[in-house]
């Protein structure tokens, strides 16, 4: 096979290539309902998700919805909270939030990515993780592991996550970008790290100008 000639072309054979890989695209924060995903995700930013994963189930258990979570003790969350890191700011995001969803979505998380950014402690990336994983629209999350692999790959220059985004969903079809984000994600995670990738392993190296290894044939 030809190897793609432009960005759009190997994004797409990238794409094609991670699905084989990982046809699964899961998020890896649990959660059961879109409350507890816009939860996580705010809880997640510089921290793993299995840090995440360690404290929601008190959380939710304690606050299952806006109207519980808005009306927080903020020692009392900041207490559940503070593994995950910056637990003062993300406890004032996590009750903001949840005055926001009642006072403005009756208390329900909207699907609107112009609404989702509007809550305390949602940026585009949070929102789109809760569009395409919650309610399976169409959205592009840009987390550190696709601004790095995406420049990696070829696929853009820029390091500003909203052109990264915008360039990305230019490439693919909106009913694949969630699962592209999640897989290259993944890949990130567990084969290309930052440190120590490896190439030998890669479902992908031949898509990849990177490679430290020979174009296969």
Aim: with cysteine; glycine share 6%.
């Amino acid at each position: 096979m030809a190897a793609p000639r432009t960005p759009k072309a190997r994004a797409q054979a990238l794409a094609a290539r991670l699905a084989e890989e990982y046809p699964e695209a899961l998020c890896e924060l649990d959660h059961s309902n879109a409350f507890e995903l816009l939860a996580a995700t705010i809880l997640s930013a510089q921290c793993t998700d299995v840090r995440v994963n360690m404290v929601t189930p008190v959380l939710f258990a304690r606050y299952p919805d806006a109207a519980a979570l808005a009306a927080a003790v903020p020692s009392d969350l900041e207490s559940i909270i503070r593994s995950t890191g910056f637990f003062q700011n993300k406890a004032r995001h996590l009750i903001g939030m949840a005055q926001t969803l009642l006072e403005r979505f009756h208390g329900e998380v909207p699907s609107e990515l112009a609404d989702l950014v509007t809550l305390p402690g949602v940026g585009r990336k949070t929102g789109n993780v809760v569009r395409s994983v919650a309610f399976g629209l169409p959205g592009l999350p840009v987390d550190t592991h696709v601004l790095r692999l995406t420049r990696k790959w070829g696929l853009t220059a820029d390091d500003d996550a909203v052109k990264v985004e915008a360039k990305l969903c230019s490439y693919l079809p909106p009913g694949e970008w969630g699962a592209f984000s999640l897989r290259t994600i993944l890949h990130g995670r567990r084969v290309c790290s930052a440190r120590a990738p490896q190439c030998g392993q890669c479902a992908v190296e031949d898509l990849c100008p990177a490679s430290s290894l020979p174009t296969r044939r």
